[in-house]
């Protein structure tokens, strides 16, 4: 079976532009996470999208924006690029039976993003 | 505030060495508790998950305190490929809403 997937593997990005990271989850699982991991630091949480609701929002600006569609897929979108964006993102899929009960989430390769 | 404080390191270990990391977090909400390894340029993995009555998976052993709000990890007869960053994770609520909450990681570097 295969992982979690994520599109582009890497990407080069100019100041205010804007920039859209595809996460393809575990087959059959139905929550993704988004994760910021700067390097040096560890990853921190962005959203997390399940049944294709927005379930819970980190602590990052609104310039960025993530959607998940009926078949579970995702995207992160983020707009006018500011140097600091440049780093790895990270999506996880997961499938908890409940909300109210952790799963394991597992995390796909990443998108490295670098803001010129 | 939501922190998980880690000593980055590195820690240069021996081949065959036993080391041990802790990791302390400031919120008592926490729920639950895991470490995770990450190679270089690599994603997040877990390495187990930790439980207040310790548990142990091979080589490796971790431990709760929950009185004290510190998590360790101890790795015995420390392989070459144990060579990575070790990240320290808590989650404050069922599911994942707050999503999983990272320390910086601490850099473990075996040496032969």
């Known amino acids: 079976d295969a992982g979690v997937t994520q599109s582009p593997t890497h990407l080069i990005k100019t100041r205010g532009q804007h920039v859209t990271l595809r996460c393809s989850p575990i087959?059959?699982?139905?929550?993704v996470s988004w994760y910021q991991q700067v390097l040096g630091q560890g990853p921190q949480f962005i959203f997390q999208?399940?049944?294709?609701?927005?379930?819970g929002r980190g602590n990052f600006p609104d310039r960025f924006s993530a959607r998940q569609f009926p078949n579970y897929s995702s995207e992160l979108n983020v707009n006018a690029l500011l140097l600091g964006d440049s780093a790895l993102y990270l999506c996880?899929?997961?499938?908890?039976?409940?909300?109210?009960?952790?799963?394991?989430?597992?995390f796909g390769p990443g998108t490295r993003l670098t803001v010129l | 505030r939501k922190e998980v404080e880690q000593d980055p390191g590195p820690f240069n270990v021996p081949e065959g060495a036993t080391v041990a990391f802790n990791c302390t977090y400031s919120?008592?909400?926490?729920?639950?508790f895991f470490w995770y390894r990450q190679d270089c340029r690599k994603e997040p993995k877990l390495l187990m998950s930790v439980y207040s009555s310790g548990n142990e998976d091979g080589r490796f052993t971790a431990q709760l305190n929950r009185a004290s709000q510190y998590i360790s990890l101890l790795i015995r007869d420390s392989k070459l490929s144990d060579s990575a960053t070790y990240l320290c994770v808590v989650t404050y609520s069922g599911g994942g809403a707050d999503g999983l909450t990272f320390g910086k990681g601490t850099h473990l570097i075996i040496q032969p």
């Open positions: 919120n008592s909400a926490s729920q639950s």
């Open positions: 999208y399940y049944e294709k609701e927005e379930r």
């Open positions: 087959s059959g699982h139905k929550s």
């Open positions: 996880a899929s997961s499938n908890p039976p409940l909300l109210a009960f952790y799963n394991e989430q597992f």
